[in-house]
Structures are given as C-alpha cells and as structure tokens.
C-alpha cells in the first residue's frame, strides 16, 4: 500500500504536539494580520502615487520571512495545515490499515475527529 507521507502520527504523538502546533498558528495569524496591514498601507500610499522602500518594506519583509518560516515547522513535521483562518490542522495517521488525518481545528481542547484523506473536513467521524 502507497502511502502520501513519510511520518504517521499516533493519536498521543498528536495530542502532544498540540500546545506547540496552537503557537504556531497563533504566531502565524498574528503575522499574517501584520502583513495585511502593511499592504493596506502600501496600496493607498500608491495610489497617492509615492515610491515604497525604507523600514516599512523591510519590516514586511521580515514579516514575511517569519511567516514562511513558522509555515515551514509545520511541514517539516508534515502537519497539514488546512485554513489559517479557522486554524485547522490534519495530522497524518494510521487508522486500521488505512491512511487518514487526524483533524483538530484552534480553540477546540483536545483531538477528537478523523477523516479519510479524501473527504476533508466535511468528512470528519468522531474518533
């Protein structure tokens, strides 16, 4: 049987992650707002026709590269990150033979629905 990644979570590997995977997200979020922000400023100081550069473009910068790289500790660890928005996240699993996730979504306590890989979030069983 062929399977779509290299690392399986257990249910208590899962679980055990959840504390750094939440700071990640948060971090993530929080960057992603900061980002948004700048680019709302950027597109009205274009369009009032003046030239960007200076510590505001680095600062985005910089923010973009900590979004890039916070995004890259969770595919290191293959954790799927579903919607940012939601903060939903699928931990690759094994479940009776088969290769499913592990769905959790931020604000929610603890792990506690699956899915198959092919049905997504409007597939999830109560574990």
């Avoid at 992603?32 to 680095?58: F, M, P």
């Avoid at 931020?106 to 506690?112: A, F, K, P, S, V």
Wanted: charged share 25%; proline share 2%; glycine share 6%.
């Amino acid at each position: 049987m062929t399977h779509h990644f290299k690392k399986h979570y257990t249910l208590q590997e899962a679980r055990a992650m959840l504390p750094q995977v939440e700071c990640w997200l948060q971090e993530m979020i929080k960057t992603r707002n900061a980002i948004a922000a700048y680019e709302a400023w950027a597109e009205k100081q274009l369009a009032l026709g003046y030239d960007l550069g200076g510590s505001k473009t680095v600062e985005w910068l910089n923010l973009m590269d900590q979004f890039r790289a916070t995004s890259q500790k969770l595919e290191t660890k293959e954790i799927q990150l579903k919607n940012l928005e939601r903060g939903l996240i699928d931990f690759p699993s094994i479940r009776n033979g088969l290769e499913v996730f592990l769905c959790w979504e931020l604000g929610e306590n603890d792990i506690r629905f699956w899915h198959d890989i092919a049905s997504g979030y409007a597939g999830r069983k109560a574990i």
